[in-house]
């Protein structure tokens, strides 16, 4: 019987080696293994495909979304269309219990019940006898260790015993995700020694392996070799977020601040949005540093984050709090809380930022819809020339809209009541309020059928204004023309969340305005039912984005709890004030 619980460290299991310079570097190393009782056992490295890394970044990214599904449970503390959360919130509600049972329960299927201390060759092979699932049962094992998090004695004792029914080799695939298990348990001197044993057999690593040590190697004393591996990643791609992220918390953990600023700029020339730990990691370090030059730079962050419409998350709000009152001789204060309909924080009384745009914003964003979306490149998918200038025409002739309906969105959101009947009820109930109406629609509409009656459309033409498109035409670009067409006070309904549109758009820039434009000109119906009163979800009065005033700052940030949809913004606020002085008693 092999007994492998003793071991302490790889450096143990796989032991210094003669064999280490033979061979080339694409024939297997063998390396010498000790094992208890003094047998014998040959370790090597196999020559892999490159698919492996591909399974270990989809390992990766599987593991992270295991995480978010873990993280259902949310609250939505606000009400408004494109609150945090609300889109999921819907789209549950809207799903049969079926659907929502399956949510609740992910499938258990082709999991092994996974050993919680080292086993012994025979009992490996009898677990393995037990195995019915599909692939290679080793990997099945290793994947299933990492994502349990295993201990590394466990994960020892399953290479040993691959090991020794391949002749000492076991396979670069298991190695690799052997390493990235030993790298979260952070256990150094063991991701050193599978380092050391990857660098004799391997020139250059693929990027996977890479990433991993680079993680692996950052807090050790021989993080600056991690720095090389960030090297042989950029020869052949982009680094990622997470490899900057690595090595310039390693930076900041061995004190070299100017490395870490010159690897962040470097993130940030790539155009890569640096993951929000990276930024915290700044903030976490400032606090301890009295110097402006850094604090200018952490306020350069807070910019960042303003120009491209992010937000930091809990842990990222609370460091940035925790840095402002740290400051010393500043005195600021700050207080997680809410901003009101009206647009004013809660805590502090101020107003926000308006959501509306000033008049060279709207001007241009106008351009850039028209130009890109409506009339872009693609314009035959979307709509013929000729009925794009039919209706530029028709627009033109018209005085300007107060509210742009899109027809068959409106007429679809009452599912118990014929079409044309919930669009006649929600365009009479607009025109009491003597508003001057648009309805988009298709020429089907005008067929009349059980669904669409042919005296309640002519109620609706009577009191709107109405444009009917070919069928196969697409009626948002329409909707987006007709109501920035009309001036900044006109809104438009759907439920349709237009993201196609704001992708459409040429830059980060102008999508920003998009979704700013959007979020205070879009109105969505609240009451789904055609008797009661026509109620709209409230629009926002206020931007969602970090701001400043100088001596106060309100940072909106994501709770950890909520799920947030990129079409949606926070609810909740980070309000920094600083203390005036007191005046001076005379
Ligand atoms: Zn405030």
């Known amino acids: ?195 050391e044993i990857l660098k004799a057999k391997y020139k250059c690593l693929e990027s996977g392996a890479n990433s991993i040590l680079i993680r692996g190697l950052m807090h050790s004393d021989r993080w600056r070799e991690a720095l090389l591996l960030l090297e042989d990643i950029k020869k052949v791609m982009i680094p990622s977020k997470k490899n900057y992220d690595d090595c310039i918390r390693g930076a900041l953990f061995h004190q070299d601040v100017s490395l870490a600023w010159s690897l962040y700029q470097e993130l940030i020339g790539h155009n890569l949005t640096p993951l929000l730990e990276t930024l915290k990691a700044f903030f976490d370090f400032g606090k301890n540093i009295n110097d402006d030059h850094y604090s200018n730079k952490l306020l350069d962050i807070l910019a960042y984050l303003r120009n491209n419409q992010l937000y930091p998350g809990e842990a990222l709000a609370h460091s940035i709090k925790t840095w402002f009152e740290s400051i010393p001789g500043k005195q600021w204060k700050g207080q997680f809380t809410t901003v009101q ?87 009479s109930q607009l025109a009491q309020q003597s508003l001057r109406l648009l309805v988009l629609g298709r020429k089907h509409m005008l067929r009349p059928s059980s669904r669409w009656k042919k005296e309640e459309m002519e109620q609706v033409r009577k009191q709107a204004y109405c444009f009917f498109a070919d069928n196969i035409s697409k009626d948002d670009p329409f909707l987006l023309y007709a109501t920035l067409n009309s001036g900044n006070h006109c809104k438009f309904i759907t439920q349709d969340l237009m993201r196609d549109h704001k992708a459409c758009l040429p830059d980060a820039h102008t999508q920003r305005l998009f979704f700013k434009w959007q979020q205070g000109h879009q109105l969505a119906i609240m009451k789904c ?58």
Not at 394 to 410: A, E, H, M, Q, T
Not at 532 to 554: A, E, I, R
């Open 529 to 586: 039912s055609q008797r009661s009163k026509l109620t709209f979800q409230h629009t926002l009065s206020y931007d969602t984005v970090v701001q400043t005033t100088g001596d106060s700052w309100h940072i909106p940030y994501d709770e950890d709890q909520v799920q947030r949809s990129s079409y949606e913004v926070p609810t909740k606020w980070l309000c920094l004030q600083r203390k005036t002085q007191a005046p001076a008693l005379c």
């Open 1 to 195: 019987m092999t007994h492998l619980s003793g071991f302490r460290s790889v450096r143990k299991l796989w032991t210094n080696i003669p064999y280490f310079e033979l061979g080339p570097a694409t024939s297997p190393v063998t390396f010498f293994l000790t094992v208890t009782r003094n047998q014998h056992r040959w370790f090597s490295v196999k020559t892999t495909s490159p698919a492996n890394s591909k399974t270990m970044n989809l390992l990766v990214a599987k593991t992270r979304t295991l995480k978010k599904e873990d993280d259902n449970n949310r609250q939505v503390s606000s009400d408004h269309y494109f609150a945090a959360g609300a889109a999921k919130k819907r789209s549950y509600l809207n799903s049969s219990p079926e659907q929502q049972r399956d949510h609740a329960m992910p499938s258990v299927r082709g999991t092994i019940e996974l050993p919680t201390t080292p086993l012994t060759s025979e009992a490996w092979d009898q677990l393995q006898a037990e195995f019915n699932g599909k692939g290679s049962f080793e990997d099945r094992v290793i994947s299933q260790m990492l994502h349990n998090h295993s201990s590394i004695d466990v994960a020892k004792s399953l290479l040993a015993w691959v090991a020794a029914k391949n002749n000492g080799i076991v396979g670069y695939n298991l190695l690799v995700k052997y390493l990235y298990l030993c790298v979260s348990h952070k256990e150094t001197s063991e991701v050193i020694d599978v380092y």
């Open 341 to 427: 309909k009206s647009g004013h924080c809660s805590s502090c009384g101020r107003a926000l930022e308006s959501i509306h745009l000033s008049s060279e914003e709207y001007e241009f964003l106008k351009e850039k819809i028209l130009r890109d979306v409506i009339d872009g490149g693609d314009q035959y998918k979307k709509t013929t020339p000729q009925e794009l200038k039919r209706f530029e025409n028709f627009v033109n002739s018209c005085p300007p809209f107060d509210i742009v309906i899109d027809g068959l969105n409106v007429a679809k959101m009452f599912p118990k009541s014929r079409e044309s009947q919930a669009l006649l009820s929600v365009v």
